[in-house]
């Protein structure tokens, strides 16, 4: 499995637009992997971790195609990870052309927000509705928790994030062909719960990514800091979740003590992880890749 970075950046993007703080400062400066657009990832070329708002910023800009995509997993419906305008593009009225039938999985919390929003702002019909899975070529799947569904060739665990309450936030593990990676954004402190899930469902990580919003200096609060995403990879390799050679990266970072790309990355391969940055391809083979 491969899986590309399409964007690494917390809510507000990374530099922030209005924002003149040292740290956006010296991003725009530096440019490159310092610029960071809203999180989201794509594994091989047709399924895709959060239907964000950068998705086609990020596909032009890293050339990456997005016209494979046959699966979509929604990590819960917060404004950063999830722009149902994507979906509504894919109506007869834009002519579209080829757009393979797209199966959308998400928390049956989530799938109730996105069928609100889509029909309050965008189309007058809900997701829900049948007209939807005929005029979006779309169909919804509602995953639970520890329940492992099959999506094409990969099997798909959803584990219950850390982040806010009663949107049914989810993370998910994704295995292919004895290979497996976890998705961990977004989410403060995995609780007990998702850590004995991890065991429980037997999973072993090749690759695992995990929530950055706070940096070095900074606590983490509603979503992960530096050095507990630090503690989160040695409780991996301590408890034998990550497979030997497994790499960890960071991504969901913000502006809040986090520097920029060059420095980050320092501080992390210190503390035993490493730093995404937008377009990067990671291959999960249990070698080291390509970053
Ligand atoms: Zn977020
Ligand atoms: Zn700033
Ligand atoms: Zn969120």
Not at 62 to 85: E, I
Not at 222 to 227: E, G, I, N, S, Y
Request: glycine letters at 8%; one cysteine or more; hydrophobic letters at 40%.
């Amino acid at each position: 499995m491969r899986l590309t970075f399409l964007g690494t950046s917390a809510a507000n993007a990374y530099p922030e637009a209005f924002c003149s703080c040292r740290n956006c400062q010296g991003a725009r400066a530096e440019g490159g992997r310092s610029l960071r657009k809203r999180s989201s990832a794509l594994v091989n070329d047709d399924l895709l971790i959060d239907l964000g708002p950068d998705i086609m910023a990020a596909a032009q800009m890293h050339r990456v195609d997005l016209t494979r995509v046959r699966y979509c997993l929604q990590t819960h419906p917060h404004a950063d990870h999830m722009d149902l305008s994507h979906l509504l593009s894919r109506s007869p009225g834009f002519g579209v052309v080829g757009a393979p039938r797209l199966h959308y999985y998400a928390s049956a919390a989530t799938l109730a927000r996105a069928d609100e929003t889509f029909r309050r702002d965008l189309a007058g019909y809900g997701l829900f509705d049948p007209l939807a899975g005929q005029e979006l070529n779309l169909e919804l799947h509602r995953i639970e928790p520890m329940q492992p569904i099959q999506a094409g060739p990969y099997r798909v665990t959803a584990f219950p994030a850390n982040h806010a309450p009663g949107c049914g936030a989810l993370l998910y593990a994704v295995e292919r062909e004895g290979r497996c990676l976890f998705y961990g954004v977004d989410t403060a402190s995995l609780p007990d719960s998702t850590w004995q899930a991890f065991h429980q469902q037997q999973v072993r990580f090749d690759l695992v990514v995990l929530d950055h919003t706070y940096g070095p200096e900074e606590e983490g609060s509603d979503h992960l800091c530096a050095r507990e995403l630090a503690a989160h990879a040695r409780r991996m390799r301590e408890e034998g979740l990550l497979k030997e050679g497994g790499r960890v990266f960071a991504s969901h970072i913000a502006h809040e003590g986090n520097p920029p790309h060059a420095d980050l990355a320092a501080f992390a391969s210190r503390h035993g992880y490493e730093v995404a940055y937008d377009g990067l391809p990671v291959v999960c083979d249990g070698l080291s890749g390509t970053a």
